[in-house]
């Protein structure tokens, strides 16, 4: 096993419909409004995207993202990492109760589970020295960070409304 590779995987459910969701979402230059540990976010001139983000642990990781599919038929969204973390992340939105084998708890209603996926190694230098001991606090922070995007995305969504 590799101690500098991480794969992620966290299933937001959402009182939104997909098209919504997918709004919100393909829009990463706004996720600092709704992010809190997204502390900044822009799209370069090149057409790449650079991010920092920070949740509890006093360290920020900053990456450069490349859109590599955009399909809002499917509602996915993924994007080529690299920076501080070099892999990719994936958006995937659907109706809940739809065709995503992703886990739903809800079979039915209205509204949307939005499927966030990464697999990334770690290239910061710190980070990858305290790997074997610092592992399962970066899991713990990485939680944290999607417990406040989900949060964050639940009341931008409400906002729209």
Same mark, same amino acid.
Request: charged share 25%; with cysteine; aromatic share 8%.
């Given at each position: ?78 994007? @080529? ?11 995937? @939105? ?37 790997? @074997? ?27 729209? @409304?």
């Amino acid at each position: 096993m590799n101690p500098h590779h991480y794969r992620f995987r966290s299933l937001w459910t959402l009182d939104a419909p997909p098209g919504a969701v997918y709004a919100v979402l393909e829009r990463p230059e706004e996720y600092p409004l709704w992010w809190p540990q997204v502390r900044e976010a822009e799209r370069t001139p090149s057409g790449a995207g650079r991010a920092r983000f920070r949740s509890v642990l006093p360290y920020d990781l900053v990456v450069t993202a490349w859109e590599s599919r955009r399909d809002p038929g499917a509602g996915v969204l993924e994007t @080529v990492l690299t920076g501080d973390l070099e892999g990719w992340a994936r958006w995937t @939105v659907t109706a809940r109760g739809g065709d995503c084998d992703c886990g739903s708890d809800s079979a039915g209603g209205s509204g949307s589970h939005a499927l966030f996926e990464q697999e990334v190694t770690v290239r910061r230098r710190l980070l990858r020295a305290l790997a @074997v001991p610092g592992r399962p606090l970066f899991r713990a922070n990485h939680r944290l960070m999607m417990r406040g995007g989900r949060r964050g995305l639940r009341a931008r969504l409400a906002e729209a @409304v």
